[in-house]
Structure formats: structure tokens, C-alpha cells
């Protein structure tokens, strides 16, 4: 090839992989960037994640870009590790589907219909129609649409400079040499491997052995081998996503190159034992492109067939691979995939699962700091100490994560639940701050023997009771997004602060009479204020609950509208509170 042909080859396969990539991207905003996200929630079953696994990689033409969002599944602890196994054998078959879309490129008509069928024509048409929805329509989904086609254009642009780049090879005594060796089953292997290795994608490996088979000689026996290797080669950037990822990911990321492998030594050793006695004329046969899709296609299937009643094999085999490395025990559980954040809709339900468990932490320090007050211990105090400083890392790590997705483009949903998310770190901090606040009042209360006489003993064990229930009120209805909980815990906040009053009041009155004394008096108003506080921040959190419910953003307002309407119902609910917690 003369230096002017190799740079047409490179710019055409730069062409191609722009515009596999441009017409991806397009496809899954068109599908609502929810693609990810269905595949995250309904690959449930081997099945179901095959078929999920197999059709959105034919959507977003790219089986390591649905590998690699399986291998972040396990990595943030999203999905069983098991499971991912299917997902990742359906990619392995549905990257096939990016063969046949390149073979409308070399779709050519016959008399009158053979100009209006050429590649040239189809390219001209659809990208004319690109550019058109790209520029002159206002429509969000009418872009992406004309992000597609242009993606489109641009992939047969590319191949059709891959195939002009090439086309003199086929009188070329030496690639007719070079193609000959490659009759070597494991040479041609290697190569596939190497080459595929190299280009980062499956998708181009297979469009350049495409547009070599358009030259006209090379043999079905020499582009089988070849596709073999790409399946091999196509799992070098998955390996490369388990850089960083925990033992879980790092055992999902080898599920790819342990598949292929074995797909390829299964299939390609089963074909050439039975070629070896049988002799299949075929493999002398002349192929073109979309004989060459259909053998991808054919080979990609059987590895399926063969691979799946296997798939518990391939995850024991990952796990002797890779063992287990125990994590420092002052390390909280939170892995935040930085692979998410060019795909929102996971980014922001591995978040929604990380403040869940904030949130569950955050209850279970203040339940423990209640029981703390009753009878304190030192194990106890420790206990909330360090869930406290575990919150803490959550709000840190979390926010700085949510703040670098908000620079993403989002929907308008996303960004309501990103600026959701934000508010609710901040109250699920402070509510453990306030937890460690009464726990340190636990200890004062145990150090210096302060007792509380009868009566404020009683108040405050209805005043315990009444933010248990909120803040299980507050954290349910933020995990389960239950607006009819969110609903309860505003009337349940007024009574809570009808009791801080209340006991505030009367114990000022003990104090005149003498039945307390004043250094009662402070950490009894310490342990007030803070059940007052840790009501308020449930009360906001619900109402996050039902803003983003209700659309709106303005608290104050909202919170307003919500009183007038809901009168008669928060009344009901107040007085059933009322009567509950009295003292």
C-alpha cells in the first residue's frame, strides 16, 4: 500500500469510530437516557440479562461500553456479580448487529435504481436529513434524531474511505500472500486479537475485515479466524476499566476475556475438529461484507448457546482469579462509580441507594443515642461517635460527586433529583451531628450523676417516642419517595415542638419550686434542643419528599400551600399526634 492509501485507511477508520460513537450517544438520549438504567433494574434473571445485555448493546452499538456499565453494576454493589455474567455474554453477541448496519453502505441496486441505492446516495440523503433535524428544528428529540443520522453518515463516509483505501489490494500479489497465511486458524486468530487490541472496538475490527472482503480475494476460511480473534481482542478495553475498581469489579471486568476465550477455543476448536474430517468446501469460497456479517453474527451466536449453561463457571473461575482483599474496617461502604457520570441515570441511583443507607445510618444514631440517655456505656457512645464521622464521609464524598454530575447535561427530573439529594445530605448530617450532641449529653448526665426528677422523666420519655416515629416517618418516606408519609411528619413536628415548649415551661417551673436544680436545668434544655432540631431537619427532608412531587422548588411557599390544602387532613393527623404524645 502507497503511504497516501494507509492514510485514507486511518482516516477512514477515525471516521468510522466517530461515527459509531456519535450515532450511540444520539440513540441513547433518544431512548432517554434510561437504557442504562433499565438494564440496571430488569436484568434479574439469566435470561433477562441476556436479552437486556444483547439488545441494548445493538442500541448503543458498543458491547464494551454495556460491559463496562455492568462491571460499575458490581463494582458500586448495584448488581450481584452473577448476573453480570449474562448481561456481559448478551453484549458479546449483540456487537454482531453493527455488521449488518455497515453492510447498507455497500448496498448497491441494479439499472435505473443502482445511483439511487449507492452508498454515496444513502450517505448524501441521510446526512442531508442530519443536518436539516440538527440545525433547523428547536426539538430536543428532533436533534438527537439528526445526531443519529448524521452518525450514521459519518460511519459510511468512513467505510467508504476504508474500502476505496483498500480496493487496489485485491490485485496485490502480496496481499494475496498475506491472506493466504491467514488460512492458519491460529495465526489469523492472533492477528484479529492484536489489531482489535489495538483499535479499542469490535465494531471497526469487523468494518475493516468488511472492507477487506470487498477486495474480492479474501476466502470465507480466512475472514473466520480473523472474526474470532476480534471477539478475543474486544475484551482489551473492559480489562482496562477494572483500573480502580474493587475485587467485585475486578471479577466482573475478567468475565468478558474469559468468555470470548472461551467462546473462541469452543467454537473454533469444535469447527476445525469436525472441518479436519469433513472438509467444508465453504471455507474456499469468495466472501463479501455481509457474508462476512453473517458469519460474525453466526459465531457470536454459538458462543451464546454454548457459554450461558456455563455462566455459574465463569463467575467461580473469576473468583479464583481474583481473591478477596479485606477492606480497612474504619472504611465506610461507599463506592461511587466514577464510570456513572457519563451516564446520569445510574450516577443518580447509585446516590439514591448511597443516601438511603446514610439515612438508615442517620435513624439508627439517633435510636442509639435515645437508648443512650436511658443507660449509657462507653461501647455505645463509640458506636455513635463513629457513625457519626461515617455520615460525615458520606455528605463529603457524595456532594462532591453530585456536584461534578450537575456540570452534566441533565434532564429536568435529574436535576430535581440531584438538588434533592444535596438538600438531604445536609439534614441527614446534622441530624447525626445531633445524635452525637445527645450522646455526649448521655455521658455528662452519667459522669456528674444527674437525675431527673419523676415528672420530667415521664415528659421525656414521651418526647423520645414522638422523634422515633418522625424520623422513621422522615426517612421512610425520602427512601420509598412516599408523599402520603412525607404528608405525616410536619403535623408530628408541630407537636414535637408544642413539647419542647411545654416541658422548656415546666421546667422552669420545677426549678422556682426547687424540684430540680440548675445543672439539671442545662443538660435537660441541651437534650430539648436538640430533639427539637433533629424534627426540624425531618420536617425538611419530607418536604424535599414533596417538592420534587409537586415540581416546585420553593419551600416556604410550598410548605404554605400545602398547610391550606391539606388542612383538614394535617389537622386530623395533628390531633391523632396530639393525643398519642401527651404529657
Known sequence: MAIQEIIALLSGVALFLFGMTLMGDGLKAVAGNKMELILYRLSGTPLRGLLLGTVVTAAIQSSCATSVMAVGFVNAGMMPRRRSVSVIIGAI??????????????????????????????????????????????????????????????????????????SSLGESPAFSSIMSSLSNPLLGILVGLVFTALLQSASAAVGIVQALSFTGVMAAGQALPLLLGVAVGAAAPVLLSAIGAGTEGKRAALVYPITAALGTVTVGGVFYAINAFVGFSFLDKTVNPFTVAALNSFLRLAMVILLMPLSGVIDRLTV??????RAAASEPELRLEE????YPA??????????????????????????LLRGYSEEGFSEIKEM???????????????????????????????????CALTDLERISDHALNLAESAKEIDEKRVRFSDAADKE??????AVTEIIHLASGAFEDDDAELAKRVEPLEERIDELC???????????QAGECTISQGFVFNDILTDLERVADHCSNIALEVLEVRSDTMAAHDYLHDLKEQQADAMREAYDEYAARYAI
Not at 339 to 342: D, K, M, Q, Y
Not at 394 to 417: A, I, P, V
Not at 460 to 465: M, W
Open 93 to 166: 453477541l449483540g456487537t454482531s448487529v453493527t455488521g449488518w448496519v455497515i453492510c447498507l453502505g455497500y448496498l448497491e441496486g441494479a439499472g435505473t435504481l443502482k445511483s439511487l441505492l449507492s452508498t454515496a446516495t444513502l450517505t448524501g440523503a441521510v446526512a442531508v436529513a442530519g443536518i436539516i433535524l440538527r440545525m433547523f428544528t428547536k426539538s430536543r428529540p428532533k436533534r438527537r434524531v439528526g445526531d443519529i443520522l448524521l452518525g450514521f453518515a459519518v460511519l459510511m463516509t468512513g467505510m467508504a474511505a476504508m474500502s476505496g483505501a483498500v
Open 320 to 325: 479464583l482469579l481474583v481473591r478477596e482483599k
Open 339 to 342: 464510570r456513572f457520570l457519563a
Open 346 to 371: 445510574l450516577a443518580l441511583e447509585q446516590c439514591r441507594m448511597a443516601i438511603d443507607a446514610m439515612a438508615k445510618l442517620s435513624r439508627k444514631s439517633v435510636n442509639r443515642a435515645l437508648k
Open 388 to 422: 457519626e464521622e461515617t455520615v460525615d464521609t458520606y455528605e463529603d464524598r457524595l456532594g462532591s460527586y453530585l456536584m461534578r454530575l450537575t456540570g452534566k447535561e441533565l434532564t429536568r427530573r435529574q436535576n430535581e433529583d440531584a438538588a434533592k439529594y444535596l
Open 460 to 465: 421525656l420519655t414521651v418526647l423520645f417516642s
Open 501 to 511: 415548649d411545654t416541658m422548656k415551661r415546666r421546667h422552669v417551673e420545677r426549678l
